[in-house]
């Protein structure tokens, strides 16, 4: 088993050259609208970013003041390249990028381990890109942190829930959930079902169809998750290729959310 996981989309979706890699990033961040918003969790696009990568920065724009005490990302994207059963990890130790490497939660992967849901495949995780593209904006706006990378296939809202409730943490932890939102209707379809699915996702109701989000089935555990832990959903940017560099024949639909600790609830 490869003790590091190379990258595997450098030079597709985005940069492989690490000077233009970290410049491109930092000029979505900087681009991104301020917010003085505290999240416990993210939902991103998974796009190449000259697709949907000014989306992305909205959401990890907001860690900006948070970063020095992030200390754990929990990643979770949906499985493209392979069917898959549950929730899967990696046996590497660390992914790499252009940037560097980016270390693994050893021992929150041996906590969640035993759960029947979860098992361990490099197969499925060798060529995604889902959880990839978001390290380069997690390695420029944290400082230091370790990674529970898993990928989702064909598994219930409750069981993501769990594994996310098992690793839930404190301040410490962030979750990020990786998707997309409708893909390859019209623009004006592709608008009518992101802004339905953006509605279900401020309303915290589930569950999401795969038309609406590659990443429905982790989106909905977040879901089941946000609300036994009282958080609030933020929309932070809704668009679709059809928006950023594409044509508007057939889109595919982008939107950044933050969960933030509603008032008068204690963060745990």
């Given at each position: 088993m490869p003790a590091i996981r190379p990258s595997a989309v450098a030079g597709m979706f985005y940069p492989s050259d690490t000077v233009q890699l970290k410049q491109e990033v930092q000029t979505f961040l900087a681009a991104a609208h301020p917010h003085?918003?505290?999240?416990?969790?993210?939902?991103?696009?998974?796009?190449g970013y000259v697709y949907s990568g000014s989306i992305a920065?909205?959401?990890?724009a907001t860690l900006k003041n948070i970063a020095p005490?992030?200390?754990?990302v929990v990643l979770l994207g949906p499985a493209h390249r392979l069917l898959v059963r549950g929730l899967v990890l990696p046996e590497a130790r660390a992914f790499d990028t252009p940037l560097g490497l980016v270390n693994l939660d050893l021992e929150a992967m041996q906590a969640i381990a035993p759960l029947p849901q979860v098992s361990f495949n490099d197969t499925a995780h060798a060529e995604e890109h889902s959880l990839e593209v978001q390290l380069p904006f997690l390695q420029c706006v944290l400082e230091d942190f370790i990674l529970l990378p898993l990928l989702v296939g064909m598994?219930?809202?409750?069981?993501?829930?769990?594994?996310?409730?098992t690793v839930w943490g404190g301040d410490e932890t962030l979750i990020v959930i990786s998707s997309d939102l409708s893909h390859?209707?019209?623009?004006?379809?592709?608008?009518?079902?992101?802004?339905?699915?953006v509605q279900d996702i401020m309303e915290l109701h589930q569950p999401l169809t795969h038309e609406q989000a590659c990443g429905g089935t982790p989106i909905n555990g977040l879901i089941i998750a946000a609300r036994q832990h009282h958080l609030k959903p933020h929309l932070l940017d809704l668009r679709n290729s059809g928006d950023t560099a594409g044509t508007r024949d057939r889109v595919v639909g982008y939107a950044a959310f933050a969960f933030t600790q509603e008032s008068g609830h204690v963060r745990h």
């Open positions: 003085t918003l505290i999240p416990k969790a993210l939902i991103v696009p998974h796009a920065a909205s959401a990890f005490r992030i200390r754990r598994a219930t809202a409750a069981e993501v829930a769990e594994v996310l409730q390859f209707f019209s623009y004006a379809a592709a608008r009518s079902i992101d802004n339905k699915t």
